[in-house]
């Protein structure tokens, strides 16, 4: 039953990221994903979530495989070690801050990756207003989403 539900979850997310746009960005939601598997399951299933939720947007993009699962296979391997391992203490703000970061680092890898490899997916510009974009959309979430050990 728990599959389902993270299924649906990935489902939705993927969904609801290819047909909302807030001021001309798509959002990334997948990363909230990835982050709530690492925070609430550890290392372990937050990186296969992230490998698995990865590989699955690289599939829709319908570029090279890779990008995608490797970014945020390091989400959710990083949000599990720092966020809910004790190396922080958890706080809403720090929720917030930790989620700007992570999507911000999503974004960068999967587009210095696409550079190096392939070609880049548009003007520097555009890719730093859209990242930043995409982290502030995300981070309110951080608030919500709590580590298993908080509640």
């Known amino acids: 039953m728990k599959y389902v539900a993270w299924m649906t979850a990935v489902f939705c997310a993927l969904l609801l990221q290819g047909r909302v746009t807030v001021l001309g960005v798509v959002p990334n939601l997948a990363v909230l994903i990835v982050f709530y598997a690492g925070m609430r399951h550890g290392e372990n299933k937050g990186l296969l979530t992230g490998l698995l939720v990865g590989f699955i947007e690289d599939g829709l993009s319908a570029g090279m495989i890779g990008p995608?699962?490797?970014?945020?296979?390091?989400?959710?391997?990083?949000?599990?070690?720092?966020?809910?391992?004790?190396?922080?203490?958890?706080?809403p703000l720090f929720g917030m801050l930790s989620l700007f970061v992570l999507t911000l680092a999503d974004n960068t890898i999967v587009v210095l990756l696409k550079t190096v490899f392939d070609?880049?997916?548009?003007?520097?510009?555009s890719i730093v207003f859209i990242s930043v974009m995409q982290s502030l959309l995300n981070?309110?979430?951080g608030a919500f989403l709590r580590p298993g050990h908080v509640d």
């Open 139 to 141: 981070a309110p979430a």
């Open 68 to 91: 995608n699962m490797l970014a945020k296979g390091i989400v959710g391997y990083v949000a599990a070690f720092f966020i809910s391992g004790g190396f922080f203490r958890w706080t």
């Open 119 to 125: 070609k880049p997916p548009g003007g520097f510009a």
